[in-house]
Structures are given as C-alpha cells and as structure tokens.
C-alpha cells in the first residue's frame, strides 16, 4: 500500500517535517536532488550531455542541486533558470549562488536538442493556476525538442490534484517523486505524461505522510483475499443472492455469479427471468436458480446481495429494488441497471447495512445531475459526492477507478488495462466485489480489492490475449492468477503437490 497526497497535503508534510520535526528543508532537498541525479545518471551514456532546467521555486532547488551533483560526478551538466530571480524561493537562489561558487554559469539560450537527456524542475506542487507566458514556451520548446525528459516530482503543467493538463505540460519519460504518490501521477490524462514514476523516500516519516494524505493505492496483491479455514463447508464462505440478468441479457448475470465463484464464495443464488434457467444452468451448474417471486425468501437467505446487471431500468426492476430497499438486512451492491433506476426514479438510498455503488463514468454523471465532462474534470471529487449523497461506498469506474467512502482514505486504483473496455467486464467486477463482500471481507476493503484484483486479472488476460483480443470471459479466466493460494496447505503437510 502506498500513500497518495494532494498538492496541499505535500506541502503540510513538508511544513511538519521541517518547522515541527526539525529536519532542515536542504537536507530533504540534498536527498531528493540525489534521486534524481541517480536516476539522470541511468538515462545517459558517458559522455551523454545533459540540460537541466529549474523554476524559481523549490522544484527548481531540486533539479539545480540535482545539477550540482552531476556536475561533482563528472556528467556534462548545464543549467537555465526560466521567471523572474527576483521572486524566486530562498532555496532556489542558494543553490543557484553555490553553482556560481563552483563556478558553473547559467547556459545562455541554450539549444534543448543539442543535449541527450533533459531534466525539468519548473514546476512541482507548488503549481497554482494555468501555465502561460515564457513557461509555456519553455515547455513547449522541451516537447519539441523530442529529448527525453526526467521529471523532478511531477510533469510541469500537471495538477498534482487532478492530472489534469494546465494549459500545457512536460512528456516525460520518468519522473523522480518524494514521500507518497500524487494523484495527478495516477490520476488521467497526468499518469500518460509522467512516464514511469519512481517514489523515493527522502526523510518524510511514514507517519507524517499517513496523517496528511486522502488517498492510498495498491501496489502488490498479496495478503487480499480473506483467509480460507481447513475446517469449512460453503456455507463458510458467504450466500450470495444476485438479482441480474432479463430475458435479453443473461450473459450479465453469467459473468457475475461465475467471478463471485471464482473469488471463493460459497454459494451464489441467481434470481434473474425465467426463460435464463436453462442458459445459466448448462453454462454455470454451480449456481442456485431463483425467479422473481423468490426475492422474500432468498433475501432471509442470503448474506449479501448483488443488484442490477442486465436487469433493465424499467417498473419491474423499481419495484424490485423499492423492496429490496426496504426488506433486505444485508450488504447491497448496486451495479449498472440498479444504479440506472436510481437516477431515472430518482430513489434515494439510506439503507443501513451497507451500500457499494459502482457507477462508470456516466452512471455517476446521472446520479449526480451533472454532465459528464463535470464528473472527468475532478473524479475524485465525483466519486466523494456520489458516496455522501448516497450514503455509500462509491466506486467510480474510469481508466484509474476511484473509490471512495466518508471519512476513509480515497483509493486510486492503478492496474487494469484498455483492453478491458469491453462489454461484460463491468459485470465480472461486480461479482468480484460481491464474492468478497459476502466472504465477510469489510465492504470497503471489498470494493477496493475487487477494482484492484479485477485490474490485475485484466493485466493476465491482456499478457494472453492481447488488448483488441481480450473479452470479459478471459479475465474471469484469469481470477484464478490474482487470488494466490495454489500452494496452500488443504491439511498441514498436505501441499506437496
Ligand atoms: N519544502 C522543501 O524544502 C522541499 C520541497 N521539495 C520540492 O519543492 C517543490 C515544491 O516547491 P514550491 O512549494 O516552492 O513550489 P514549486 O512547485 O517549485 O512552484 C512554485 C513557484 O511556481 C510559481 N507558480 C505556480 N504556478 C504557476 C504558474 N501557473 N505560472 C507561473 N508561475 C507559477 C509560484 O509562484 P506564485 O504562485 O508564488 O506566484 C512559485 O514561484 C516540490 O514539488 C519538490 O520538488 C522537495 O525538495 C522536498 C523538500
Ligand atoms: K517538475
């Protein structure tokens, strides 16, 4: 797990690092300065040449003690400084003065294609508004130059807030970053202009960066699943009742109850159109078969319930979620058709026992009467309103799904690949999310390792299929490869093969 911070929550770790806990601000700027000299040092060859470029604030500081250390390492290093000294940071202008010392002059309008590797520090998270004037310039001038670009903390012109683009921004092709991950480092369309992004720890404290950051993101799958006990029966391992799937879509309610299987629930009940009984049972003979009339009984059954894929947004699928609403006592994950209803009855939802909601894009634009272009601008902020207005956990799907809860930590997922836009794969998340659910895995750690472990399954059907080939079967395939635990023991002793 690793943190990810706004710009402002960057800069409250580095104030209590620095004026609370003491360690000077040069001290951390030293050590990321080296990182980044590393990292330069990787991209070139000997005698390679290499240009660095700073701003006038402490993302300039970086990339000019980064300089200096090239410099001592015998790299051929020049650097330029672009805005006005005048208003540069204190930091910035000392260690503008020891380059002088040393005798290093600023290179005058230097031509950025005569240098094999350029490193930027314009601007970090300290940038505020749009980018315009001689820094528009000099970005443009460091894309055009088709150099390969290292980025000191974060592409200049990206928000570390939102990814966003601000007017215009550095492509890079790696990007040395400190502490904890921004989001505009894996938020979109900013993750395409960093490159690979390397975190480095500087001298900010685990517990200091845990205190200011909103958000988290998953980086290894270990340790996910919910532990499986040598003494269980299916009963052990959850009752999951799905509402999905009419006369014209059964594939959705196949896709789903399969990946609940496939995530180690126990039993999975489908209630879904009758002429669906004899497609579901021949495709998927492990599941329960319900009709409608079920719903009473199944909801005492069951131990979570799945509502909406393929269902249809008309009255019948309104009356049916009117009485789930009402009746139902257990966790309730509202995917597609269910989340439709919603918007297009305008339903609201108080349901005290737990709500996931997992809209895309424009889902979430619908239950927040918002255009879609309003939820892209800032989906972390979309993913927050859909679950406080809802009183739920809000899982916003887009390229890096976000998921969010009230007063948690915000997750911003990063596996997954294009190759898994494609039909029937929002409904196989929706059955991950609900076979962990029903497990008894806490309902947010259920959202947040369904998205994550459904991006890794789609990265092993993309490795198999390829991105164009790939479907949502293949990464039902593929559950197999995320949810670990081949090798374990059924008894002690027993795992030998
Ligand atoms: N604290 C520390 O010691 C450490 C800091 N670290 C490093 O410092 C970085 C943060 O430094 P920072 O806070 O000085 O901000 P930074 O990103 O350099 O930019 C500020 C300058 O840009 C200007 N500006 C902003 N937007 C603009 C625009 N659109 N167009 C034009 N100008 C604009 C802004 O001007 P102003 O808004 O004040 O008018 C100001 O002059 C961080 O990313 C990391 O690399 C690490 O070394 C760890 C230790
Ligand atoms: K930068």
Redesign the pocket.
């Known amino acids: 797990m690793k943190y990810v911070l706004k710009n402002q929550e ?2 409250d770790t ?1 104030y209590e690092t ?1 004026h609370q806990i003491g360690i000077p ?1 040069l001290v ?2 030293e050590r ?1 300065s080296k990182a980044v000299a590393d990292c330069a040092m990787r991209h070139v060859r000997e005698n390679g040449r290499i240009l660095v470029i700073a ?8 990339a000019l003690a980064a300089a200096r250390i090239l410099l001592e390492e015998d790299n051929r290093t020049d650097y330029m400084v672009v ?1 006005n000294l005048e ?3 204190e ?1 910035l202008k000392l260690q503008m003065q020891i380059l002088q010392n040393l005798g290093y002059e600023p290179a005058e309008d230097p031509d950025f294609k005569n240098y094999d590797l350029l490193v930027e ?1 314009i ?10 004037g001689v ?1 528009r310039d000099v970005i443009e001038r460091i894309n055009q130059s088709e150099r390969p670009v290292i980025a ?3 592409p200049s012109g990206i928000s570390g807030n939102t990814g966003k683009v ?1 007017g215009c921004a550095v492509k890079a092709v790696e990007t040395v970053t ?1 502490g904890g991950y921004k989001r505009g480092h894996l938020l979109y369309p900013g993750r395409e202009y960093c490159g690979k992004v390397t975190l480095e720890k ?1 001298g900010f404290h685990d517990q200091t960066i845990e205190k200011y950051a909103s958000g988290f993101t998953l980086e290894e799958p270990e340790g996910l699943m919910p532990p499986r006990l040598s003494y269980s029966n299916k009963g052990t391992y959850g009752k999951i009742l799905m509402i999905t799937g009419n006369e014209t879509m059964s594939g959705a309610a196949a896709f789903a109850g399969e990946a609940a299987l496939r995530m180690g629930a126990g039993l999975v009940k489908i209630l879904s159109d009758a002429s669906n009984r004899p497609i579901l049972q021949s495709r998927l003979p492990e599941i329960l078969f319900g009709e409608r009339g079920d719903l009473e009984k199944s909801l005492d059954w069951c131990d979570c319930i799945l509502f909406g894929p393929g269902l249809g947004a008309g009255d019948e699928t309104k009356e049916m979620l009117e009485y789930v609403l009402k009746h139902g006592t257990k966790p309730l994950i509202l995917d597609a058709d269910g989340l439709n209803t919603i918007s297009r009855y305008q339903m609201e939802i108080d349901y005290p026992y737990g709500v996931i909601m997992t809209p895309h894009l424009m889902e979430g634009a619908r239950l927040l009467s918002k255009e879609i272009d309003e939820v892209k601008a800032d989906i972390c902020q979309a993913a927050e309103e859909i679950a406080s207005r809802y009183h739920a956990i809000a899982v916003l799907k887009d390229a890096a799904t976000i998921v969010a809860k009230n007063r948690d930590k915000l997750y911003i997922n990063q596996s997954g690949n294009h190759g898994m836009a494609s039909g029937g794969s929002g409904d196989v998340l929706a059955g991950m999310i609900t076979g962990l659910a029903g497990t008894g895995c806490d309902l947010y750690d259920a959202a947040v390792r369904g998205v994550y472990l459904h991006g890794l399954a789609g990265d092993a059907a993309m490795r198999e299929k390829g991105p164009y080939s790939m479907i949502a079967s293949d990464i039902l395939h593929h559950i197999k490869d995320v949810t670990g635990g081949k090798n374990e023991s059924i008894l002690p002793g027993e795992c030998s093969h």
């Not at 701003?55 to 970086?62: C, S, Y």
């Not at 601007?123 to 315009?132: A, D, K, P, Q």
Request: glycine content about 26%.
């Open positions: 960057m800069q580095d620095i601000g951390l700027m990321a701003g006038i604030g402490n993302n300039g500081g970086d805005g208003k540069a940071s930091d520090g601007f970090g998270v300290g940038l505020s508004r749009e980018v315009g820094y000191v903390d974060i601000m400190f500087i």
